[in-house]
Antibody, heavy 120, light 107 residues
Framework: QVQLVQSGAEVKKPGASVKVSCKVS????????MHWVRQAPGKGLEWMGG????????IYAQKFQGRVTMTEDTSTDTAYMELSSLRSEDTAVYYC?????????????WGQGTLVTVSS | DIQMTQSPSSLSASVGDRVTITCRAS??????LAWYQQKPGKVPKLLIY???TLQSGVPSRFSGSGSGTDFTLTISSLQPEDVATYYC?????????FGPGTKVDIK
């Protein structure tokens, strides 16, 4: 059974960066395809990007290209999502989620979510 | 990119009613579709994948169907614990877009 535990809530000022972590247990990170999904208050789910183990590349939604970086530390089985140049519209709950499959699949395990608030 | 739409955006039904939610893809995605349930304040939960395969542990009153561009999620007998927002998601290829959601509550 995969368990994903995310870092705690963050408050950031506009223009700053935030780095959210997602610690894996039950499996090793190398066995998983980790993705990130966010949800603004009262809004729907938005896929941000994730790792494709088949070609070893991280793929990002076009909307976040140039502003988001997803990395993995396999020594600690921890995935990270860093979002830069924050604006108020980035206020959201950020989830890590594992994809069942390599290059494509559904999201079967989810972290508990990390609330990021962007406010001056 | 393929766009996902859902209808209705919200619905209110009585306990025991049959509820149907529709999801439509702007291009064919075969059966590469998943459904998620998100209860208020909770993490999304996978209900169905491959358009019609029930995730382990999900009650059998939930079912999915469809292929290509048109999909449905059916709750055969609505229960109070089914109050939630339901999202479809395409996963044939990136971007792995979600539908806008359908909010279900009890009349």
């Amino acid at each position: 059974q995969v368990q994903l535990v995310q870092s705690g809530a963050e408050v950031k000022k506009p223009g700053a960066s935030v780095k959210v972590s997602c610690k894996v247990s039950g499996y090793t990170l190398t066995e998983l395809s980790m993705h990130w999904v966010r949800q603004a208050p009262g809004k729907g789910l938005e896929w941000m990007g994730g790792f494709d183990p088949e070609d070893g590349e991280t793929i990002y939604a076009q909307k976040f290209q140039g502003r988001v970086t997803m990395t993995e530390d396999t020594s600690t089985d921890t995935a990270y999502m860093e979002l830069s140049s924050l604006r108020s519209e980035d206020t959201a709950v950020y989830y890590c989620a594992t994809m069942n499959g390599y290059s494509s699949g559904w999201f079967d395990y989810w972290g508990q979510g990390t609330l990021v608030t962007v406010s001056s | 990119d393929i766009q996902m739409t859902q209808s209705p955006s919200s619905l209110s039904a009585s306990v025991g009613d049959r509820v149907t939610i529709t999801c439509r893809a702007s291009q064919g995605i075969s059966n590469y579709l998943a459904w998620y349930q998100q209860k208020p304040g909770k993490v999304p939960k996978l209900l169905i994948y491959a358009a019609s395969t029930l995730q382990s542990g999900v009650p059998s009153r939930f079912s999915g169907s469809g292929s290509g561009t048109d999909f449905t999620l059916t709750i055969s007998s609505l229960q109070p614990e089914d109050v939630a927002t339901y999202y479809c998601q395409k996963y044939n290829s990136a971007p792995f877009t979600f539908g806008p959601g359908t909010k279900v509550d009890i009349k």
